[in-house]
């Protein structure tokens, strides 16, 4: 063509086009299918920028929602089923966030099982009920036998809801229509769940005894600082103006007795770490869970029930070791007496005990 | 020579024509590689928009089959956070309303307790209880009040007298009842309700004369550049979008917002400017004035926030965003626990919205363990405009709850 550059070019000719035209095409499409496969690759091996895929929050987002996806999700409260196991569910969960008044009979403090339970027994690390009811039955070596559900939910009245102060002083009897329905509604949260399984969440968490201990006037500062703007100065909650506690009273009459698991430092200390200030879990370092943990425990709270004898005889049987002070002598006293029970719950407590 | 000066001087009529040099091999690869892609995404986004659409349609079978009836939602948003859903209320607190003598007595009285509200012991189910429920009557509308007196007496009464009220039956009631002020307790309801069983007697109600006489005047008149509190607040200290409402607000809390005003750790330029000629004593007096006043609401949800969202933070918190419920803190209904955690129902819905903003934007920063800076950030815009104009919806500290807590106080001494 070069020889002839006054013409036009020759597009035209035979020889220059039939064979060409198809080894481009070929060329082009490889090429193309090269450049997909390259890009592809690109994409897959994520070194790509994500600005230029387009991909910018809702990649984030997906990520984040995975994170929590590695956690359980029980259902949410409004796919409880109509008939009468979801009756038996929503009279459960009414049990669960109101005890005193759905489990009145069996109830002797202000407390309710949501108090600790957070967010009706469903939040992780606040011994969420769908991790528990997989557990079970099993083995306690606080009753030394196989514990059932039932048998657990009937150690929480004993102890942390303090039936020995309701009005019948016992937790509801075996077979009871409460356990009943705490199951029903601990069953359905655990749908989905694999059983016999310690379930991410499980419990209260862990977190370990600090080297330099555990110290009450240390611990006395931490519950001032962050603490006492909900539950008090004197630890007695807040009630609202209708006298229902809006904060629960952490140590007195109408709190937990000296039987119950939020007693020992290291359990407090695990359930303050990761729950506590409301909606700030994490913020103490384990030194200030473990103080202020300590410093709650040190306080006097409605006797033992399994005290039979001396308290240094209970303490031997069920408190011993170094986490918990019951037993031992704070501020000239020694812990373990017990407060009797509030007016409320003197008025309607049985006149007499042990029938 | 003569071809060399022809080519470099084209003649007059000299077309420019493009020599032929492809399209270069590279475009192709391009072209072919993007017309690829382009069907591989037609392909891929048709298959999700078909999947999302059903989804769509499976939602709203869903939406369609749950939504429950107008009663329902009314109980839910306004009394089951004290009464409870199941309605048997709260031991030492709230009375039932299951098994209530008080309800088996019907619709029109139900209404005439919504209206009026209570405030003084009563005894319902042979439980004793203090007795402070709220005034519905500038927070619902007569066919709401209908509604919800129809819907409460069809659960609970056991009873075979007509249970449906109409608003025309309310609207007249309210006529009636004008500004008597709530039921004094169960000794008033016994006087309407000859079924009743013995009521504890009303104790006498201290007119209690509101503020000093000091208090006033700063109220209502000022003082050189502590212009009148009512000027902008109102004259019952009811406020208005976004100047608080006052009234019935704990007197500790108004007191330390005052304070922090002159601290600078909660800004706003007529506040710090006014708070420059208050005194310590001036203040307290100020507080004890406003948390006196019981008012009427005149907040209104105004901001289309989503009140069904806003219920759901209120009432259960958002875990999956670390918001727990506002009333865990600021009690049931929102009426306040003093001093830490104000009130919050009838209060004015710009106003909310723009605190939590103010928490985020750092021109508050007087909350205790920075509790509401964090749970602000955590709240998007929308979340923040639903929660405060569901909280706009709620009706006013009920009467007789500042008087309580002083009680306690003088208790406490």
């Known amino acids: 063509m070069t020889n002839e550059p006054d013409d036009r070019p020759n597009v035209g000719t035979k020889d220059a086009t039939s064979g ?3 080894r481009k095409a070929i060329f082009a499409a490889g090429g193309g299918l090269a450049l997909v496969a390259l890009a592809t690759a690109a994409v897959q091996l994520e070194i790509v920028p994500r600005w230029l895929i387009g991909a910018g929050s809702e990649i984030d987002e997906s990520a984040a929602a995975i994170e ?9 409260p409004d796919m409880i089923p109509d008939g009468p196991f979801g009756e038996a569910v929503r009279r459960g969960e009414a049990i669960f966030t109101n005890t005193a008044t759905n489990a009145s009979d069996h109830v002797g403090n202000g407390l309710s099982c949501s108090n600790c339970h957070l967010d009706a027994g469903r939040h992780p690390k606040s011994a969420p009920m769908w991790a528990a009811w997989v557990t ?5 070596s606080k009753n030394d036998q196989i514990n059932t559900m039932e048998d657990r939910v009937r150690g929480c009245f004993t ?3 303090n039936a020995q102060y309701s009005p019948t002083g016992k937790p509801p009897p075996v077979g009871d229509d409460i356990y009943r329905d705490l199951q029903s509604y601990f069953f359905w949260m655990a749908t989905n769940a694999p059983t016999n399984v310690a379930l991410e969440g499980i419990g209260f968490g862990k977190v370990e005894k600090p080297e330099m201990g555990y110290d009450l006037a240390r611990g006395a500062d931490v519950y001032q600082a962050k603490c006492s703007v909900c539950h008090g100065d004197d630890g007695q909650g807040q009630r609202d103006l209708n ?12 709190s937990f007795n000296w039987g119950a698991g939020m007693g020992r430092i290291n359990t407090a200390a695990a359930f303050i770490k990761n729950n506590m200030p409301l909606s700030q879990p994490g913020s103490l370092t384990d030194q200030e869970a473990w103080d202020v943990a ?3 425990d040190s306080h006097e709270r409605p006797k033992d029930p399994r005290q039979s004898g001396t308290i240094e005889e209970n303490r031997l049987a069920n408190h011993d070791g170094d986490e918990t002070l019951y037993g031992q002598v704070v501020n000239g006293a020694v812990l373990g007496q017990g407060t009797g029970p509030s007016a409320a719950r003197a008025a309607t407590m049985p006149k007499t005990q042990g029938n | 020579m003569a071809r060399k000066s022809k080519h470099s001087r084209p003649d007059e009529a000299f077309e420019p024509y493009e020599e032929h040099a492809g399209v270069p091999m590279p475009v192709n690869w391009v072209a072919i590689a993007l017309t690829i892609w382009g069907t591989a995404m037609l392909y891929d986004t048709g298959e999700s928009v078909q999947e999302s659409l059903q989804d769509r349609a499976e939602d709203s079978d869903v939406v369609a089959q749950s939504v429950p009836d107008e009663g329902t939602l009314l109980f839910g948003a306004n009394c089951a956070t004290c009464h409870q859903p199941d309605g048997r209320g709260l031991r030492d607190a709230v009375p039932p309303l299951a098994g209530s003598e008080i309800v088996a007595a019907g619709p029109d009285i139900v209404s005439r307790i919504l209206l009026r509200g209570i405030d003084g012991p009563l005894t319902v189910v042979g439980q004793d209880f203090d007795g402070h429920m709220p005034s519905f009557d500038s927070a619902l509308n007569d066919a709401e009040i209908a509604e919800l007196a129809s819907y409460v007496t069809t659960r609970w009464a056991d009873t075979t007298e007509a249970t449906a009220q109409t608003s025309e039956e309310v609207a007249s009631l309210r006529a009636e009842i004008g500004d008597r002020g709530s039921f004094g307790g169960g000794a008033e309801l016994a006087m309407m309700i000859s079924s009743l069983p013995d009521q504890p007697p009303m ?3 201290s007119h209690v004369q509101a503020g000093d006489q000091a208090a006033r005047d700063l109220v209502f008149a000022g003082r050189d550049q502590v212009w009148s509190c009512a000027s902008c607040h109102g004259d019952l200290g009811q406020g208005d979008e976004s100047t608080p409402r006052l009234a019935g607000l704990p007197g500790a809390y108004i007191v330390k917002q005052l304070q922090n005003f002159r601290e600078g750790t909660r800004e706003n330029e007529s506040m710090q400017l006014v708070v420059q000629g208050l005194s310590d004593p001036e203040m307290t007096a100020l507080g004890a004035y406003y948390t006196d006043l019981r008012v009427p609401s005149t907040a209104r949800p105004v901001l289309s926030g989503d009140l069904k969202r806003g219920e759901q933070l209120a009432l259960q918190g958002d875990w999956s965003i670390g918001v727990p419920a506002c009333f865990t803190c600021h009690g049931p209904s929102g009426f306040g626990v003093a001093p830490n955690f104000p009130g919050l129902s009838a209060q004015h819905a710009p106003y909310l919205a723009a605190q939590l903003a103010n928490w985020v934007g750092g021109q ?4 205790a363990l920075g509790l509401m800076a964090q749970i602000s950030e955590a709240l998007s815009t929308q979340d923040r405009r639903a929660v405060a104009d569901y909280l706009a919806s709620l009706p006013p500290v009920p009467a007789g709850g500042a008087s309580m807590a002083r009680m306690e106080t003088q208790d406490d001494q």
């Open chain 1, 68 to 76: 929590p996806s590695d956690l359980f999700t029980p259902p949410l």
């Open chain 1, 243 to 254: 006298g229902d506690y809006t904060f629960p009273p952490l140590w007195g009459s109408d």
């Open chain 2, 203 to 205: 104790p006498a109600r």
């Open chain 2, 364 to 367: 508050r920063h007087n909350d």
């Open chain 1, 20 to 22: 060409g035209l198809a």
């Open chain 1, 136 to 140: 079970y039955p099993k083995y306690r």
């Open chain 1, 294 to 296: 300590a410093f709650v």
């Open chain 1, 159 to 161: 102890y942390s809801m």
